[in-house]
């Protein structure tokens, strides 16, 4: 059969997309994965990619789109906003991804639309030729929320492609463990982090001599979580933990020398390093979140824009992590990172627990299924 992968154009989006189509892949089957923008990254996988939103840029896109709606725009820049700011962001992302897309399921006919929720123009590709959509989890949130909030922003372009209704998911994909989000109605999948870009140090691929403490940053730009690094470098000083600036901002490299326990790199598989790492500081973003999970490693996660307050609270909930705002990052809190036994163990529950589901390629046969 032929599988068409939709995610929206954005790096973060399309990697978790990957590992079921790789399986699709190897069983047989031919795919193609539709993005654009930043996502387009993901050629590198070997797998085919086609652009259907060329010349897309999503900080113009935000920035037209918030300034239209300041109030919501102030809560979104809080973590407040809940679903409201996502809904417009990606209703106006998918706006440019619509005709790109139907034009290519028009030509290239697919037999199944996987897409993840912020990518619902995938749906209405799904609505138009007349075959299953599956609904590809990659986030904290609940998918099917995710995608109500953005179709609702599309009415002109369903009525632009000729399509009266969405159809409900033909299947949901549920990759977030339900021990941080709760049960959710689905199939449960394995969700794989990413290799991720770049090359990975020697001095990376096995423990050091002390806990090492990886420090990420958010791969999209905007506003919230800068001076993410600068607070842990002015905490570091005093840590006994080796600390590495995963891409460290120029604002960084410009303050001053860095104290001895922190070094930089750039562009690293983060996901390939972690199980090497007694600890993680990041943004907050969705894949960071569930990546750490996924190798067991403790996590401070700052809280900021879009859903990242909301994943930090999740994680500290469990008991897997810290939620602490940039200003509030001491010495204490790297500390505690890496020696808190409770952080370790709750984080080591959650890491078995997503071991324990259904791999990529055991989803295969029940995806075959759905064409009877």
Known sequence: MRVLFVSAPLLGHVFPLVPLAEALR??????????????LAVRRTGLPVEDIAPGFRFDRI?????????????AE????????????????????MVDGLVSLADRWQPDLVVHEPLAVAGA???ARRSVPAVLHENSLFDGGELVRVTAARLVRAQQRSGIGSLRPSAAILTVAPPSVVGERAGWPLRGVPATGVGELPEWLREPGGRPRILVSRSTVAGPGGGALMSAVVRAAAGVDADVVLVRP???????????GNVRTVDWIPINAALPHCAGVVHHGGAG????????GVPQLVVPGPGDRRHNAELVAA?????????????????????SDPALGSA???????????PAPAELVPRLEALLG
């Open 77 to 96: 820049l809080a973590g407040r906003a809940g679903t409201r700011g996502v809904g417009l962001l990606f209703g106006a992302a998918n706006e440019q």
């Open 249 to 259: 901002d120029r604002r960084v490299l410009r303050s001053g020398p860095l104290p």
């Open 347 to 357: 984080t080591d529950e959650v890491r078995r627990e997503m071991a324990a589901m």
């Open 288 to 295: 960071s979140v569930l990546g750490a999970l996924a190798a």
């Open 26 to 39: 190897d069983a047989g089957h031919e795919v193609l994965l539709a993005t654009g923008g930043d996502g």
């Open 318 to 338: 469990r008991g897997a992590g810290l939620a602490v705002p940039e200003r509030a990052i001491t010495g204490a809190e790297l500390a505690r990172l890496v």
């Open 124 to 126: 209405l590709a799904a």
């Open 62 to 74: 935000a920035r037209r789109t918030m300034l239209r709606h300041p109030l919501i725009a102030r």
